[in-house]
């Protein structure tokens, strides 16, 4: 599957493939950020069978080229192959620059609820835990609210079929939502 997103609040533009592997996904994106501090960012995103992720690797270039990689284990989260005991709370990631990251959180309640993000600002690539809630509000729409980070934020998702978002209130909109 791919889809574009393009940006609603500033110029941006992202291009995004997800496809099946053996034992789960993985996501390749590009993004383009052309706001007020512009970057360029690609990420490859593994996730096991249940959309859950193993393995976030960024690429940043803002304005030198940085990467980190973030990876799930038994007990947390490790940061470029180091222990983050500070995130280890974090039920799932929430990267900024794109959409997809509320999928995987609407995917993994199932249902009205809550969970900590662990949120990667950019282009700072600051990380930090964040409390966020899901509200379905009918077919393919959810209620998003923010509880952490961006305490007070509130934004209608719609998703598609595939379980992919394709307007966030406010935020991004699919530019190819047929493109399969």
């Excluded at 034992?23 to 593994?46: E, K």
Aim: include cysteine.
């Amino acid at each position: 599957m791919e889809r574009k997103w393009r940006r609603l609040d500033e110029p941006g533009l992202e291009v995004f493939q997800i496809m099946p592997e053996v034992d789960g996904f993985r996501a390749v994106a590009t993004v383009v950020h052309a706001g007020a501090d512009p970057f360029g960012l690609s990420y490859v995103w593994s996730l096991d069978e249940h959309w859950r992720t193993r393995q976030l690797v960024l690429r940043l270039s803002h304005p030198t080229l940085q990467e980190m990689k973030i990876e799930r284990t038994s007990g947390g989260w490790l940061v470029d192959g180091q222990e983050a005991a500070e995130l280890a709370a974090c039920d799932e990631i929430d990267l900024s620059a794109t959409p997809f990251c509320n999928s995987l959180a609407i995917r993994r309640l199932r249902g009205s609820g809550e969970l900590t993000a662990l949120y990667v600002d950019l282009p700072s690539l600051q990380l930090s835990c964040s409390r966020q809630r899901y509200q379905p509000l009918g077919e393919g729409r959810w209620r998003y609210i923010d509880l952490g980070v961006a305490k007070g934020f509130e934004a209608d998702l719609s998703l598609d079929e595939d379980g992919l978002v394709v307007d966030y209130e406010g935020l991004f909109e699919t530019i190819n939502q047929d493109l399969q």
